[in-house]
Each structure stands twice: as structure tokens, then as C-alpha cells.
């Protein structure tokens, strides 16, 4: 009897810890783009910058013209207090600069169909301001809630790879038995309640492994990107057979998905794509900041929405994995093309040079072909005659049917406007990230009844991206016309639909 561990939520989980020696430290000294950042003249103004850019607003993506214009707001402002000798270059040049290679503090690129370069941050830019951001002094450091929290994964791990049923159901019952207790205590008024100090102490924790996350999603999406630089590189050098050549890179590619990084990216994006997760989360971070103790921190305003923020990023880094798959496809479909023209230049090279000394053959042997063979084939190999079938057909007289038949079913026939529908989902998701069929229905009622309906179900199939919800059911209901021209009031039930952006 094998009983399967809990899943989890995405967790941060980090690389062994690298080797501090003295040539691991040079070189990433001198090649690491972080420590370059912090090694900087400059290193205060553009970790600044970035960091209000991009780090606290999380935006994903800039164009290169409304960033430039942003910097040289911020160059303006510097120049009126330290003096208009700092920062002389346009604010444009100090962007490609930072995308150089020599820097690599942003990644400069274009994005497909459009012309204007776009700008994001590097995950080693985050990572430092991320470091510079834990160097001031703290009033209130907390060690209680990481120490549960390590404790709490202890228990996790070591209940979770516990082969044993026996020990397994031990640990269930004496769980059992502390809630039991808990609940008692309760009912007999004894409630006990977190202090000011330990909801200050959590809610620190809380805030740094969400930011964290936030952090972790731009470092995945960059190693998605490498990846798919590597396989770009096997491509262009590859002289072998194109089969094995697409065995080794559709390896590569499962291997993201099957990798401890990709199972745990899947699991969070699983987790936070439930409505019911993402209800919870909104219930929870509304009550939490309620409390006194967490207001008088005064936390960020994002903080409300924060998982709508993991959510985004997520989503980014899912359009960036599908775009790097098209363009892998692309590319492998520009190798075979360029392969077919070579072989055409051949064959056309063999023709021309064949018409040249058609005139002139060369002495001696030009070809030499296999000498031609019978194919035998025995009268022992070759199968029965095996009789067609022939059809019976039944002699007798077709009456003709003088029942007067109603033909106006075949004129009323229901057509739906799907391109109606596909313009009231696009509106309605432009303000928000989420939208229920419910809702939909109830911002432009149906008008064609169970066909409409249908038609919107099979738009989330196609035309959209749709999320199933099998826990909550909605009720749709409609205005139809009976046979008596009454009036009549339809309901459907069905699990909840949620199109998302």
C-alpha cells in the first residue's frame, strides 16, 4: 500500500551554495554583471532607477521610448542637485549602455511584428537590488516564524517520503488528536491569539518570500531563454541527420517540463490558476491587513493584490516558453528550406554540366549502373481468388408519401454571431485579468438561448483561454419563446467557466 505525499505550492528552492574560494570570487568579480553593477561609478543611480522602473511597479517589459523618456526625468532631477556636469550623456545611451554585454544590467530585444527595441531587466540586476535592499538597519528583525516555517518543512519532508502506512496513520491520528484538543480548548473559550510581535514577525516573512518569488519568475524565464539559445547554437552546427538532430532538441525540451524547475513552476501555476486558491488568497491578504498590528508597518499598497502579481509574471513567463517554441519551429523550418535549395543547386549543377559535354561526351565510362535483375515471383505466393459480393436487390415498389409536411423547420434554423460574442469577452477582459461565463451572461443576457451558450463554451476551447472550475457550479438562466408565443424562463447549470486574459 503506497500513499501518495501532498502537493504543495511552488516553493523557493535554492542551488547548492557556491564554492568561496579565491578564483571563484575573482572571476565573478570580474564577469558577474551584479557585482559589476554594485563595482559601478554609477551603481547608485541606475540600481535606484531600475528598481522604480521595474522592480517595484513588476513590470515585465518596457519600450525603449517611454523608458527613455522615464530616465531622463530622473537625469533632469539629479542634474538640479548634484550639478548639470553629472550624468552628461542622453538618457538613450545610457540604456544601450546598461544592455551592453560588457554590462548586461538589461536585455535589450525586439519584440516579433514590431520595430521598437523593448528593455527588461536581467535577473542579475534584481538580484543585486534585491541585496542592496537588505543592507539598511531594520527596527524589528523576527526569528520566530522562519524557525517554524524550517521546522514546518522538516515535518513536510520527512511525512512526505514516510513509505510506511503504519507510521504514515500514526502521525495522521496524533495530528488528529492535536486539533481535537485545539478545538475543545476552543469551545471552552480558551482561544489562544498570535501577539502584536508574532503577527510583525510573520508578516516581514511574508512580504521577503513574496518578493522573492516575484524574483524567481524573471530568473525562470531567463533560463528557459538560454536554453533555447543553446539549442539555436546545436542547430547551426549540427552536420548530422535531421532526425537525430530533432530527437536531441524535442529531449531538451521535455526535459524543462520534467526538470525539478519546471514540475515545481507547473505545480505553482496549477495552484494559483484555481479561483478558489485565488478567492482565498484575496479574502486572507484583506483580513491580515486589517489587523492593527500589520497597518502600523505601513506595507506597500501592492500588497493587496500581490498574487494578481505572481499571476502577471507567471503568465509572462508562459507566453515567453510558447514564443520560444514558435520560434524554435520557424527556425527549423528555415534549416529545411535552405536545406531543399541546396539540393535543387545540386541537381541544377548536375543538368548544366550534363548539357555541356552532351555534345562532347568524355572518353572512357561516365556511369556506372547495377546490371538490371527479374524480380520472381512464385505462383505458390500469390493469394486465392476470394468472389466479389454482390448486392441483393429487392424487387418492389416505392409509395409515394402525400403527407403535407411542415417546411418552415428548415427555414428557422438558429445562427450565432460568434464575432459579437469573441468582441464582448476581449471587452471585458481589457479591465479585468479574469471573467466568469456568469458574469458575461449577465453583462449581455443571451439572446439565442442554449445555442449561445454553447457557442461561448466552444470559444473558450478555441479562441480563448478558459479555466474549469468542477467545485462551483453557476446557474444561467434565459428568456425563450414557447410554441404558444408565451414567454418562458430557461435555467442552466453547469461548473464554473472563467475565461482568462
Do not use: C
Not at 550624468?87 to 536585455?107: E, I, Q, S, T, V
Not at 459579437?420 to 479574469?434: D, E, G, P, T
Amino acid at each position: 500500500m503506497a500513499i501518495a505525499p501532498e502537493r504543495h505550492p511552488h516553493r523557493r528552492v535554492k542551488s547548492p551554495p557556491v564554492s568561496l574560494d579565491f578564483a571563484t570570487l575573482d572571476a565573478l568579480r570580474t564577469h558577474h554583471p551584479a557585482w559589476r553593477l554594485l563595482r559601478s561609478d554609477h551603481a547608485a543611480m541606475v540600481a535606484s532607477f531600475l528598481h522604480r522602473v521595474f522592480v517595484a511597479p513588476n513590470v515585465r517589459v518596457m519600450a525603449a521610448a517611454d523608458l527613455a523618456e522615464t530616465l531622463e526625468d530622473e537625469l533632469y532631477a539629479l542634474r538640479q542637485v548634484i550639478g548639470e556636469e553629472a550624468f552628461p550623456k542622453a538618457a538613450l545611451d545610457y540604456l544601450n549602455d546598461w544592455a551592453a554585454p560588457d554590462k548586461g544590467w538589461l536585455r535589450k530585444f525586439y519584440r516579433p511584428g514590431t520595430d521598437e527595441p523593448q528593455f527588461d531587466l536581467t535577473p542579475a540586476t534584481e538580484k543585486a537590488i534585491a541585496w542592496l535592499g537588505q543592507l539598511s538597519e531594520r527596527s524589528f528583525v523576527g526569528t520566530e516564524s522562519r524557525l517554524l516555517t524550517l521546522f514546518d518543512l522538516l515535518k513536510q519532508m520527512s511525512a512526505g517520503s514516510e513509505s510506511d502506512p503504519a507510521k504514515r496513520l500514526a502521525e495522521l491520528h496524533r495530528r488528529r488528536d492535536e486539533i481535537d484538543s485545539e478545538i475543545a480548548r476552543v469551545l471552552a473559550g480558551d482561544v489562544a491569539l498570535l501577539d502584536d510581535t508574532a503577527l510583525k514577525d510573520r508578516f516581514q516573512q511574508f512580504m521577503q518570500l513574496a518578493r522573492e518569488l516575484l524574483t524567481d519568475f524573471r530568473e525562470v524565464e531567463h533560463n528557459f531563454r538560454q536554453l533555447d539559445r543553446k539549442v539555436r547554437e546545436r542547430i547551426a552546427l549540427w552536420d548530422g541527420a535531421k532526425g537525430a538532430l530533432l530527437e536531441e532538441i524535442m529531449g531538451e525540451r521535455d526535459a524543462i517540463g520534467d526538470s525539478d524547475q519546471g514540475r515545481s513552476f507547473r505545480a505553482f501555476w496549477d495552484f494559483l490558476m484555481s479561483s478558489r486558491r485565488q478567492e482565498e488568497l484575496t479574502e486572507l491578504l484583506d483580513r491580515v491587513l486589517a489587523l492593527p498590528p500589520v497597518a502600523d508597518l505601513k506595507p506597500d499598497a501592492r500588497t493587496r493584490r500581490v498574487h494578481y502579481d505572481w499571476l502577471e509574471a507567471g503568465e509572462h513567463t508562459q507566453r515567453t516558453v510558447a514564443q520560444l517554441s514558435q520560434q524554435l519551429r520557424r527556425f527549423l523550418d528555415d534549416q529545411a528550406w535552405l536545406e531543399n535549395r541546396r539540393i535543387m543547386d545540386i541537381l541544377h549543377g548536375i543538368e548544366s554540366k550534363a548539357l555541356a559535354v552532351r555534345q562532347a561526351p568524355p572518353p572512357g565510362e561516365v556511369m556506372t549502373i547495377a546490371e538490371p535483375s527479374a524480380s520472381i515471383e512464385l505462383p505458390m505466393e500469390r493469394p486465392l481468388y476470394t468472389p466479389a459480393l454482390k448486392p441483393v436487390i429487392a424487387d418492389m415498389a416505392l409509395d409515394q408519401d402525400d403527407d403535407d409536411v411542415d417546411s418552415s423547420a428548415l427555414y428557422g434554423q438558429v445562427v450565432v454571431d460568434k464575432a459579437r460574442l469573441v468582441r464582448h469577452i476581449r471587452q471585458a477582459l481589457q479591465a479585468r485579468a479574469q471573467i466568469t461565463m456568469r458574469e458575461l451572461v449577465d453583462g449581455q443576457p443571451l439572446e439565442q438561448g442554449l445555442a449561445e451558450l454553447v457557442a461561448y463554451l466552444q470559444l473558450g476551447v478555441e479562441s480563448f483561454k478558459a479555466v474549469v472550475d468542477e467545485e462551483r457550479a453557476d446557474l444561467i438562466a434565459w428568456d425563450a419563446v414557447g410554441k404558444d408565443g408565451a414567454t418562458l424562463r430557461r435555467q442552466a447549470r453547469l461548473p464554473r467557466v472563467i475565461f482568462v486574459r
